[in-house]
Structure formats: C-alpha cells, structure tokens
C-alpha cells in the first residue's frame, strides 16, 4: 500500500477524524451520564432527607419513637443500602441506620456531622474504593435550634453503570472505526478507480505514439473532465511534436541537397593537379566539415523519424547477448588502439524482438562513446543480462565520467559535456540521443549513473521476446 | 558511353556532369520532368541519372514511363529522402540503384560502373598495386615477394582499396563495404584500421601506397595522382 496515495490518506484522515469525534462523543457521554446520574442520586436522597424534616415538624406530638418508626417502615434504609442518621439539635443522635445488607459500609465509622449553614452534600471515601454519598439538610426544630438530616447512598450503581458503558465505548469504538476504515477505503478505491486508469494509460503515452487517446471515463465527474482535459493536452502536444519533427525532417532533407553541391564542387576542386599545399589543406578541411555536416543532418533526421514513430523499424527475434559479442569483437581494436580493455560478459541467451541494424548502433555508439571517454589503460566493460522481464545491456568504464550537472543532459541532442574536447574528436552530438530514441522505439529506455573522474555506467534495459509469440 | 542526367539543382547537376565528362561519359542534363522524359523517350541513353524531386513531373513519374518504353535502361535514382518506404517504393517503380544526398563522387562513380558493368570492378584473381600483390582465392598478401599477416578485417579492407586503385574512397563507403551501417555514426573505426593496415603494408618500405585525401577518404596508390 502507497503511503502517499490518495486513497490511502483520504482514508487516513477520515478515519482519524472519525476516532476523535467519537472518542470525543464518548468522552462527553460518559461525562454527563456520571453527572446526570450523580444528580440523580443527590436529589432522591434530598426527597427522603425533606420526608424525614416532614415527620420532626411534629416530633413534639408524636414522639421521637415514631419517626424511627416510620422512617425504618417506609424508607428501610438497611435493605436498600441507604445511609439515615438525624441528630438532634444539641447535639447526640436521635436516628442512626444499621450497617446495610451488602456490608458497603459501617455506619458507626462514618465521622459525625457537623451542623451545616445549609443543605449540602459530601462524599466519602469507602474502604471498598467506591464513595459514599451524604446529603445533609439542616432542619428547624419546632423546639428550636436544628436538626441535621443525613441521608447517604453509596455511588456503586453509579460505578457499574459507568462502567458498563466505558466497556461498550471501547469495544464499539475500534469496531466502528475499523468498520469505517474498510468502507472508506473501498469506497475511494471504487471512486479512484478511474484515475488509476488514468495515469495508467497515460503513462503509456510517449513521444512515438502521441497519435492515441486515453479512453475516458464516462462519470459524468471531475475524473471525465480530467480525461478530456489530458486527452486535449496530448492532442495540443502532438501538434506541437509533429511540428517540431516535419520541421527537423524538412530542415535535413532541404539541408542535403546544398550539401551535395557544396561536398561535389570541393571534391571537383581537390582532383586539380596543380593546387598549391595549402588550398589543397584547406579544400580538405573543408570537406571534413561537409562530411560532419552530413553526419549531423543524417543523424537529426533518424532522431526524429524514431521520436515521431516514422522509422521503419524492422522486428526480428534475435540473440542480443550474440549480437553484443559480434560487436564488441568488432570494436576491439579500437580499444586496443588505445590501450584500453574491453570485455563482453555475454553468458547466455538474451531474446529480443528489434531492428538488428539500430539496436547493433546502439552498442557501436555506447562503446564508441566509453572508448572515447576513457583514458588509455583504463577499462571497458559490457553485459548483457536478462532479468525475469527485461534484456538488459550494460557498459560501464572507467573513465573520466560525467558531471553531475551534465549528467540529466547527457541525452539531449547536441549537449556536450565537454564542449572543447567532443568537438575535437568529431562527434555529431547525437549518438547518445540515437541511442535513447531507438530504445524507447523498442519499448525500452536507456540510464546512466556516473561519478565524475571514476566512470560511467551506462544501462540499456529492452522487452524481452515473448517467449510464446 | 552517354547518360542521361536529370537534376533541377544546377550545381548538383553542373559537378556531376564535370565529373562523368572527366570520366570520359557522354552526359545530357535536364532541369526538370518534362525535358527529362522527352530526352529519355527519345534517345537512347546507357544510363539514366534521376533526381526524385523534380518540377514538372516528379522522378519516381518518370521513371514508371521510361520503364514502360525502355525496360532495360539502368536508372540510378538520387534522392534527398532516405525512408525506407521511399526507397522501396522507386525499386518497385524500376530504379536499378539508389543513392542519397549528400554522396561522394567516387561513389556515385563507382555505382555508374557497375550498373554499366565495367572496371573498374575487377574480377581478377590477384589484385596488384606497384609491388602489394592480393591473392583473392589463397586470400593471401604479398608485398616485395614478402608475406604479410592481415586479420579478416584489414584483409576485406585492404581488397576495397585494391578493387577501386586509384580512386578516392571515403570513410562512408569503406564502413558500408567493409563493416555495416551501424558503424557510420562518430566512430573513427576507419582511421583506426587503416593506420594497422599501414603498420604493415606500408611501414617497412620506402614507397608509401595507401594515401589519405584530407577531408574525402582514403585510396590505394599507382596512377595520375603522385
């Protein structure tokens, strides 16, 4: 999974911000639901508190025995694990409940009150861990001075309830996370589908087959109107290749026939007996520079039939591993010319679908161009591998390398690393671009790594033939 | 021996013409379709030289009707277009050879003569220039009744210069001749084997045989030039 695709931190985000709001609607739940019950409690206890002021008012007629009676009757504070106590308005108790069913608490341990300005509640902390809740009402005796009402609950129904919901939110929130995670991302999966497509096809879209189109999206969306959008600007690119390439193929083509003229008079000219040595010098280096001339037009017109698809490219099934071996073999003596090492590591077959003639120039210009770039001793390598989809062909030398700021520039016509030297050795300027067109009209495409003053590595990486077809 | 030379471009058609005249040719030129085809319907010519683009009636036009009356004519096309599909397509249309611009004359020479076939295409069985002496069925090399040691590479070299003695070869047609065409990129592989071949064919001895043309190519000794 792309951890910067769309799709995955759409999904992200989503999820992310689904678990903070729930988190956060938990946490707010569980918050008022504790407080809400905590009222609760608090109020039932001042009901009963303001029940048993009801009966003191008239303590004086009935006699304290009666209230007892009547609270222990109609508020059996030891079976509902209630907490009564009054005390009287000097002092001493006049009610005090027993320990409670459940032995939550020791009713004899509980600190006595204290007379209260008013109604107030406290809590207080149980052995058990839970807090026992007291709610005191100070209530007027008809005899004068005030009575202390307390009445307390212990808060362990309200700990269970909590409790049972904190589980549930902690068991329901990665569920519903998770279940949202999984939604989510098939839902972008299924809306990025078409852009997938997209780049797909887009990226099948190269300099030699500008003439297609993708197929677009029929959503109705934003994805159909990207397509149209991509499918003009390839077709605006087209117009704008095409021009570039007529004009580089009408330029050559007009360039020749001046040319002809030109190289035929000076030739007509260096045939004269008589020719002092210095026109006859001059005559022949300008007939050099016709020749390079030719080259360069020879050499921009291949460029540009192979970017715009034109060339007429033969397809055979052949050995590139035999085809390398043959060259280098023909190459050796131009290495060995300057001392130089050359090496075909060719172990077994390498089956290819292509033009002998163009991927063999692929090879002459690639050892032409390392045997130029190396200095005498040094040594020039090449390979030829075949990965599980790719032939992959290989030079590497040690030469003087190229610059990393010349090194994106490498393939582009005419770029020179070393203005002054490739000049002197009479290059065109265009073999590596030569080389970089026939690759990609084979499907295929050419890298190079270097570190300058060290050596090149230049790697050529082409379809292998299907075995089948 | 008279051609017949259609080319519109005056100074193309002006040194091929010097040059075939200097060759002892007999040559008409025409500046464009019309006149070409009439010169061609009617004289008969030994050899028809066709540029493609022409005013009036393009070239692979002309040669169609030509082909129609004279079947047996060599034509030579010249063309500024070199793909592939063009070429074909003038082969189907009756073109016996086919070259493209820019050429070297001895090149276009050499074509003539074989279309012609005369010289200076030799058949002999052993080539000889001053005292090297090429034996092309034992494919040995002598020189001053010395043998010489060439690899298959200097010996199909040294048999292209020897063939075409005298005449200038460039760097172009030894690589078409001798390697392929994959070699005409920058590669010097020419000069190269040519400096081997002359370590030794030429170093031990006092008359240096192979000559370098600055700027045209290379020849093999003996005639007008030294």
Sequence with gaps: MNARSIRFRMTVWYAGLLAGLLILFGAFAYVGLEHYLHEMMIESLATQAQQIGELLKNVDASGEAYVIDEVEEHLAPESRSRFIRITRPGGGTLFESGPPKDRGFDP?????????????????????????????????????????????????????????????????????????????????????????????????????????????????????????????????????????????????????????????????????????????????????????????????????????????????????????????????????????????????????????????????????????????????????????????????????????????????????????????????????????????????????????????????????????? | MRILLVEDEEKVSRFIARGLLAERFAVDTAKDGHTGLQLATDVQYDLIILDLMLPGIGGTDILRRVRHINPNVPVLVLTARDALASKVENFEAGADDYLTKPFAFTELLLRIKALLRRGPVSRADVLRVDDLELDRLSQRVKRAGQRIELTSKEYALLEYLMVNAGRVLSRTMIIEHVWDQSFDGATNIVDVYVRHLRNKVDEPYENKLIRTVRGVGYSIGCESDQ
């Design chain 1, 108 to 469: 004899a341990q509980l600190p006595p009150a204290l007379l209260p300005p008013r109604e107030t509640s406290r809590e207080i902390e149980l052995p058990s861990g839970y807090d026992l809740m007291i709610y005191m009402l100070p209530y007027p005796s008809p005899a004068g001075g005030q009575y202390v009402i307390e009445t307390g609950a212990v808060d362990r129904e309200i700990d269970e309830v909590l409790h049972g919901l904190a589980i549930a939110l902690s068991l329901a929130l990665p569920l519903v996370i998770g279940v949202a995670i999984g939604g989510g991302y098939l839902l972008m999966r299924r809306a990025l589908s078409p852009l997938q497509e997209i780049a797909h096809s887009a990226e099948q879209i190269g300099s030699h087959n500008l003439n297609e189109r993708m197929p677009v999206a029929r959503t109705g969306d934003e994805l159909e109107r990207l397509s149209i959008s991509l499918n003009r600007m390839i077709a605006r690119l087209e117009i704008a290749f095409q021009h570039i390439s007529r004009f580089t193929a009408d330029a050559s083509h007009e360039l020749r026939t001046p040319l002809t003229a030109l190289r035929g008079e000076l030739e007509a000219t260096a045939q004269y007996p008589q020719l002092p040595p210095e026109v006859r010098e001059t005559i022949g280096s300008a007939l050099e520079e016709t020749e390079r001339l030719s080259k360069i037009v020879q050499g921009l017109l291949a460029v540009s039939r192979l970017d715009a698809g034109e060339a007429d490219m033969e397809r055979v099934r052949l050995d590139l591993a035999e085809l390398a071996a043959a060259t280098s073999e023909q190459m050796r003596l131009m290495a060995e010319d300057k001392s130089i090492l050359l090496t075909c590591d060719a172990p077994g077959k390498v089956m290819v679908d292509g033009d002998r003639a163009r991927l063999k120039q692929v090879i002459v210009n690639l050892l032409d161009n390392a045997i130029s770039y190396t200095a005498p001793g040094g040594k020039v390598q090449l390979r030829i591998r075949a990965t599980a989809h790719r032939a992959v062909l290989e030079v590497e030398d040690n030469g003087t390398g190229i610059s990393q700021d010349a090194l994106p520039h490498i393939f582009e016509r005419f770029y020179r690393a070393d203005k002054a030297r490739s000049r002197q050795m009479g290059g065109t300027g265009l073999g590596l671009s030569i080389v970089q067109a026939i690759c990609l009209a084979h499907g295929g495409e050419v890298r190079v790594e270097s570190t300058e003053g060290q050596g090149s590595l230049f790697s050529v990486s082409l379809p292998l033939a299907n075995q089948k077809g």
